[in-house]
C-alpha cells in the first residue's frame, strides 16, 4: 500500500516565479492537506480540500493556491514567490476531513 | 488562538537511557498527535490521544494525555540511535480538520 507520495523532491525557483507542487494520497484518503515548515519551525497549515473543493484555510496570502482531482490528488501552487517561500511543503492525506493525517516525505523549495 | 509549547526543545541523551519530552497547550486539547521527523523529511505518525488519563504505547514508545487535556507527555524507554530524530506534536484546531504544532523536540542518542 503506496502512502503519501509528493513532487518534485526539490525545486530551486527565482523571486517572482511560479511554482506548481503535487501530491498524491494514501489509498482510501479523500482529503488532502498542505502544510509550510520553515527551517527550525513545526508545519503552518495553509490549506485543506474534500470533494474537489478548498474547505478550511490557514493564514496565508491568496498567493497560495490549491486544486484537488477526481481522483483526490492534488496540486498546491504558488505565485510571485518570494525569498520567504522558501520552505519544506508537507502534503497529508485523511480518510476524512477529521481523520489522522498521513504525511508525504515533502518538497523542499529554494527561492533565490 | 492555539499554542503548543514543547519542551525541551534539544535533547542529547547516551544510548539506553529514558527520556521524556512535553508538550502543553494553551487551550483544551481535543485530540493530540505525536509525530517524528528526521531532518528535512516528513512526518511519520505515532500516535493519537483523545482522552484526558488516556496512555498508549507503541515498541518503546509511551504517549499520555492529562485529566485535564492540557498537556501531554512522550516517554521514551531505553533510548537506541534509531529513536534520534524531531518530535512534533500537534492538535486540532477546534473542530476543524487542521493541525496546529508545537515547533519540535530534537533529540539525538549517543552509543
Known amino acids: 500500500d503506496a502512502g503519501v507520495t509528493q513532487s518534485p523532491t526539490h525545486l530551486i525557483k527565482t523571486r517572482g516565479q511560479q511554482v506548481t507542487l503535487r501530491c498524491s494520497p494514501k489509498?482510501?484518503?479523500?482529503?488532502v492537506s498542505w502544510y509550510q515548515q520553515a527551517l527550525g519551525q513545526g508545519p503552518q497549515f495553509i490549506f485543506q480540500?474534500?470533494?474537489?473543493?478548498?474547505?478550511q484555510r490557514g493564514n496565508f496570502p491568496d498567493r497560495f493556491s490549491g486544486h484537488q482531482f477526481p481522483n483526490y490528488s492534488s496540486e498546491l501552487n504558488v505565485n510571485a514567490l518570494l525569498l520567504g517561500d522558501s520552505a519544506l511543503y508537507l502534503c497529508?492525506?485523511?480518510?476524512?476531513?477529521?481523520?489522522?493525517?498521513?504525511f508525504g516525505p515533502g518538497t523542499r523549495l529554494l527561492v533565490l | 488562538s492555539q499554542e503548543l509549547e514543547q519542551s525541551p526543545q534539544s535533547l542529547i541523551v547516551q544510548e539506553g537511557k529514558n527520556l521524556t519530552i512535553n508538550c502543553t497547550s494553551s487551550?483544551?486539547?481535543?485530540?493530540l498527535y505525536w509525530y517524528k521527523q528526521k531532518y528535512g523529511e516528513g512526518l511519520i505518525f505515532l500516535m493519537m490521544?483523545?482522552?484526558?488519563?488516556e496512555e498508549k504505547s507503541h515498541e518503546k514508545i509511551t504517549a499520555k494525555l492529562d485529566e485535564k487535556k492540557q498537556q501531554s507527555s512522550l516517554h521514551i524507554t531505553a533510548s537506541q540511535p534509531s529513536h534520534a530524530g524531531i518530535y512534533l506534536c500537534?492538535?486540532?484546531?477546534?473542530?476543524?480538520?487542521?493541525?496546529?504544532f508545537g515547533k519540535g523536540t530534537k533529540l539525538s542518542v549517543k552509543p
Open positions: 497529508a492525506s485523511s480518510p476524512d476531513r477529521v481523520g489522522t493525517q498521513y
Open positions: 489509498s482510501g484518503h479523500d482529503t
Open positions: 480540500y474534500y470533494e474537489e473543493e478548498e474547505r
Open positions: 487551550k483544551t486539547l481535543y485530540g
Open positions: 490521544l483523545q482522552k484526558g488519563g
Open positions: 500537534g492538535a486540532r484546531g477546534g473542530s476543524q480538520g487542521n493541525l496546529i
